[in-house]
């Protein structure tokens, strides 16, 4: 049978060490590097693609408004995580990945791996250890597909344009709307309060629309809005 050591949450005393600290912080703040890099070439780019100063504005202010939803979200799951994998190995994994489900699951899989439950009273510095080596391990699916084939994609999307011009979007926009809709069914199982954000977000977001139409400017807010609106409104149904 298997025998972890430092079990009983004393291995959050390395995984919150000074150390594992020191270790992620430059791969964060390289994260931060590539996030203004990107942004300041898509700035350049802008006017190549017929976007003007005012557009490129307008476009990073909707943005900016859009992440406070998803941002508040992940930020109360973040803690619990913290609690699980320590401060250093949550803000690492969440920088570059950023999203909880896919975290959760790999740590969850390194723990089952051995035997033990993630952050159970068995789960210990092994444990831990594990769960690091599946969740990092689990990227390099992505890593590899995007090295391989994402400039490839271009010469792909010139060949269908030769026999249909709008193939290639429309296929996109069904990949976005199945993705949406696998997460989203995914969710809505997980009891009441899910089930009401995801439709009040719906309805809300209609509404914001119609609003939208009267008022353009509306628009750079609507999406933001509608998410934090629906978060409110799942955690009031929650506590009732």
């Not at 008022?215 to 750079?220: A, D, L």
Request: glycine share 10%; aromatic share 10%.
């Amino acid at each position: 049978m298997f025998v972890d050591t430092m079990t009983n949450k004393a291995y959050l005393e390395i995984a919150n060490s000074p150390m594992l600290w020191a270790m992620v912080i430059p791969t964060v703040l390289a994260m931060c590097v590539q996030a203004y890099v990107f942004i300041k070439d898509a700035v350049k780019a802008g006017p190549i693609v017929g976007l003007t100063k005012e557009d490129t504005k307008t476009a990073i202010k909707a943005g900016c408004i859009c992440s406070f939803g998803p941002g508040m979200s992940m930020f109360t799951v973040m803690i619990a995580f913290m609690a699980i994998m320590g401060g250093p190995c949550a803000w690492l994994r969440l920088s570059i990945i950023g999203t909880i489900t896919t975290e959760m699951l790999g740590a969850t899989a390194g723990a089952t791996a051995l035997g033990v439950e993630l952050g159970g009273p068995d789960y210990g510095i092994i444990g831990f250890a594990n769960s690091v080596w599946v969740i990092t391990l689990n990227t390099w699916g992505f890593f590899l597909v995007n090295l391989i084939f994402a400039h490839r994609i271009e010469k792909f999307k010139g060949f269908i344009d030769r026999y249909d011009t709008k193939m290639f979007d429309a296929v996109g926009m069904a990949v976005m709307i199945g993705c949406i809709a696998k997460f989203l069914s995914g969710q809505c199982v997980g009891g009441l309060p899910k089930v009401v954000a995801a439709v009040s977000g719906f309805v809300i977001m209609l509404i914001f629309m119609a609003i939208g139409k009267k008022k353009p400017k509306f628009n750079e807010f609507a999406l933001g809005l509608a998410m934090l609106a629906a978060i409110f409104i799942a955690q009031a149904v929650r506590v009732m």
